[in-house]
């Protein structure tokens, strides 16, 4: 099965097949960095890892940019063209900070969560204010094209100009304006147009252009002129949250297409948001919680990892506290197969055929396969992989498949990232005991054989006897 992806634009899986062989162009839509990164923002960026990862695995090269927006996303803009304030600005204002610091200190916080979370850097994070030379030439040349108009220091799109505009999102431009889902705006032929450029004297990140002499981009160009600058006209793939999808995407596209002459992307991927405690988070009911919340409860950055990848991403998961404590238990089991490998290949309880369980890890590397394929689907990846675990605890696997079964558990977990597949585990006593125990039953000196297994128990390790030999673990 080749890998297929679900294309927001056509709403249809297709396979996915790169313009250029071997590599994949993908631009991510990063943070607004106006304020502490939290866990329903990390959704749509550990998606766009888990993307790269798998088309990595594919053997793909894959030119990945994500950007960060540091000017330029207003309060409003869930209206195609909105009023309100600078994101930026707003919080700059609130702390009372210049908004150039603002910026950099939660760009900060947000690669070091990235960081921790096991996000591979990508090729490059542009920032948009380091771009704005060539917002400006895509708006110039959207203006030369006739698709863009100036009015005194504001660049409008003219959607008229665009009949495809609306597509993404299913949204009509009619219907938008009865939705009132644009803004209103004398100076605009159209209330459906939106902003490119922006003209204000009071905004405090500004610059002076040929529109002016205190402008600034509308949040849709810098996408648009990034994605250009890095990827060139034509990409492969672009994602986002589902919140993304309008505005933000739909005026990417327009604008893309009519000064590149060609689509920005061939498929347009979202993932949803992440519900708290069984509903949108909110300041109010004290749920916006950040990397270091979960830290401060006892988690490690990878079990977040994992409880964000688990579901789908185009299907709703939900976040609580008591999900992260079974998401700990599931983990230490994806764990635990890496240590039974392990521990298996180090003189362990093997199957005395070495080739036994070659037909199960053959299914487990099938089943990770075909689901990760299946528009990334980890639910069934992960099911793949944590069903290897049974016939270890058993002792029905045979030292070959072992040695088999950890070179694709490594190369599994390079996709998610999540499971310690080498980590170097303290089990020099446990094994010594285990030696113990069993000279003891060999020389039939019970009472020093129950002595050992009682001495094992009180460490919290359980011994399963195997007709292969002992097969342990921690409790
Ligand atoms: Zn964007």
């Known amino acids: 099965m080749t890998f297929h992806v679900y294309n927001t634009l056509t709403k249809e899986k297709v396979p996915f097949e790169p313009m250029e062989a071997g590599v994949a162009r993908v631009y991510n839509c990063g943070p607004t960095v106006y304020g502490r990164p ?7 960026f550990l998606f766009a890892d888990l993307l790269r990862r798998w088309l990595e695995y594919l053997g793909l090269e894959v030119q990945q940019v994500m950007n960060i927006t540091d000017v330029g996303h207003l309060t409003d803009d869930d209206v195609a063209d909105s009023d309100g304030d600078d994101k930026v600005e707003a919080q700059a204002r609130r702390e009372q900070r210049d908004p150039f610091e603002i910026t ?4 900060d916080m947000f690669l070091e969560d990235m960081k921790a979370l096991g996000v591979r850097e990508p090729l490059a994070r542009p920032r948009a204010t380091e771009y704005i030379d060539e917002m400006v030439v895509m708006v110039e040349k959207l203006i030369e094209a ?15 100009t665009y009949p495809a505009y609306g597509r993404l999102s299913g949204n009509r431009v009619e219907d ?45 160009i810098e996408c648009s002129a ?18 993304n999808v309008f505005p933000h995407h739909e005026c990417e596209i327009a604008q893309s297409a009519c000064a590149n002459g060609v689509p920005l992307a061939n498929v347009w991927m979202h993932a949803k948001f992440l519900q708290v405690d069984g509903g949108k988070m ?34 709703q998961i ?69 069903g290897l675990r049974k016939p270890l605890l058993e002792g029905q696997v045979g030292e070959a498949v072992a040695q088999d079964a950890l070179a694709f558990y490594r190369r599994a977990n390079e996709v998610f990232g999540f499971i310690e597949v080498d980590k170097q585990t303290a089990d020099g006593e446990v094994e010594a005991l285990i030696a113990a125990r069993n000279a003891a039953k060999e020389a039939k000196d019970w009472s020093a ?10 460490m919290g390790i359980e011994l399963q006897d195997t007709p292969n030999g002992v097969v342990w673990r921690r409790k």
Do not use: C
């Open 146 to 160: 006739g698709h863009a108009y100036r009015v005194g220091g504001n660049v409008y799109f003219d959607v008229s």
């Open 38 to 44: 939290h866990i329903g923002n990390y959704r749509s």
């Open 104 to 107: 950099r200190g939660y760009t």
């Open 449 to 458: 054989a129950d002595a050992a297994r009682d001495a094992l128990t009180a």
């Open 318 to 386: 939900n976040f609580t506290w008591a999900i992260m404590d079974e998401i700990r238990a599931r983990l230490e089991n994806l764990d635990e197969v890496a240590v039974l490998l392990h521990r298996l290949l180090d003189g362990g309880a093997a199957a005395a055929d070495a080739e036994a369980g070659r037909d199960v890890l053959a299914k487990t590397i099938s089943g990770f396969e075909e689901g990760m394929n299946d528009d990334l689907n980890a639910p069934v990846a992960l099911a793949a992989l944590e």
């Open 282 to 315: 909110s300041k109010s009911l004290g749920n916006v919680y950040t990397l270091p919340d979960v830290e401060g409860r006892g988690f490690e950055a990878r079990h977040l990892r994992f409880a964000l990848l688990r579901g789908h991403y185009r299907t």
């Open 226 to 243: 990034m994605a250009k600058a890095l990827l060139g006209d034509q990409i492969d793939i672009h994602t986002g949250g589902e919140d």
């Open 176 to 220: 938008l304006v009865a939705g009132s889902r644009v803004e209103v705006n004398q100076e605009k032929r159209h209330p459906a147009d939106f902003a490119l450029w922006k003209s204000d004297e009071a905004h405090l990140m500004k610059w002076e252009t040929v529109f002016g002499p205190d402008g600034f981009p509308g949040w849709h």
